[in-house]
């Protein structure tokens, strides 16, 4: 059992992951400025509402609460936002972290699981998409994510600052029981918004059907937020037991096109989703798929949610008991 500082732990994965850490009898605080975050994803007296810049406050957060290790969720994550005002990118994902890294320092808490993405490869020469390829985004968020893993690199090399960077492929799917799931504002992801689209009887745009892929529309790696929860218990207790820096894919290995999640969102409910084709949304690679042995090998994970009906169904049950 370790006390854990959980940044952005009002939000979607933060408070998956939240909820898996004390599952496993961790001591959790959560970090969020709730801009962005929600305050019902986070249980009473765990929540310290600050901003990652306020480097200060969380130093003194930081050893009062005898934080041991910390992992960093906070941070804007809207692809298309981040062409139009990139400013606000560096500085809240760079700025914040930055601060959030030198605010440890000066606490002595030197382990930290970061949210990085597959954004950080830009279009991949070869896929499945191994931790080897080439930091290479094409938008100012996946940009914002790799300074901050350049920034983690040289921290583990001149001040034994240890981390696990973990590059996200589409984390999807909820955790209905525990009345956790997405809840961006707006939505940008898929699932959700063919959700909607059955809910509220308005159709889901299909950004572009004649990709270079089987059935022309892009292919992504769904992950259930659930496994990609389970990876940051595994990252963080391998740092807290001494474990050394490194980088992993966060996928399942398998990829799915944008009409196999509408027929499989069709099977899981029984409804037909109103849609129509339009053009491609700039900056979509045809196909991102992770190759995840390294996570699999190095730290002994596995997703065990990767089922897309399983997906799919458990994003179902928690956007049925939200309002739209
Ligand atoms: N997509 C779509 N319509 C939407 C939202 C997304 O067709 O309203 C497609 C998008 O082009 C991509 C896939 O769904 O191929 C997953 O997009 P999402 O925004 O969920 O995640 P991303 O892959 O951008 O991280």
């Known amino acids: 059992m370790a006390n854990i500082l959980v940044t952005g732990g009002a939000g979607y994965i933060g408070s998956h992951t939240r909820y898996f850490l004390e599952q496993r009898r961790h001591r959790v605080i959560v970090v969020d400025s709730l ?25 003194r957060l930081l050893a009062e609460e005898q934080i041991e290790a910390v992992i960093h969720f906070a941070a804007y994550i809207a692809v298309g ?40 490869y830009g279009i991949p020469a070869k896929v499945p998409i191994t931790e080897d390829e080439p930091y290479a985004p094409i938008n100012p968020y996946g940009e914002s994510k790799v300074m901050t893993e350049k920034i983690l690199e040289w921290l583990d090399r001149y001040r034994e600052f240890r981390s696990i960077r973990l590059r996200y492929f589409n984390a999807s799917g909820a955790e ?8 961006h504002d707006p ?28 059935d ?9 937020v659930s496994d990609l929860a ?67 090998r190095s730290l002994g994970w596995k997703p065990t949610r990767a089922d897309l009906d399983r997906i799919v169904s458990d994003a179902w049950k928690f956007a049925t008991r939200v309002k739209h």
């Open 35 to 59: 801009e962005r975050g929600h305050r019902e994803l986070v249980p009473d007296g765990i929540l310290r509402q600050l901003d990652l810049r306020e480097t200060e406050k969380l130093s």
């Open 81 to 120: 936002e981040s062409t139009q005002v990139p400013e606000i990118y560096f500085v809240n994902n760079v700025g914040g972290s930055l601060s959030l890294f030198s605010a440890m320092l000066s606490a002595g808490v030197k382990r930290l699981v970061f949210s990085s993405t597959a954004a950080a």
């Open 176 to 183: 209905p029981d525990a009345g956790l799931g997405e809840l």
């Open 187 to 214: 939505e940008t992801h898929l699932i959700p918004l063919i959700l909607r689209a059955i809910l509220t009887d308005k159709p889901v745009t299909l950004f572009g059907d004649d990709y270079p892929t089987p």
């Open 216 to 224: 022309g529309t892009c292919i992504r790696d769904y992950i259930h």
């Open 230 to 296: 389970e990876a940051h218990i595994f990252a963080v207790e391998h740092l807290l037991e001494g474990g050394a820096s490194d980088v992993f894919n966060a996928g399942t290995g398998s990829g799915h096109s944008v009409k196999e999640v509408v027929d499989a969102v069709e099977r899981v409910t029984g409804k037909r989703v109103p849609r129509t084709i339009g053009p491609r949304r700039e900056g979509d690679p045809p196909a991102l798929v992770a190759n995840s042995d390294k996570l699999q």
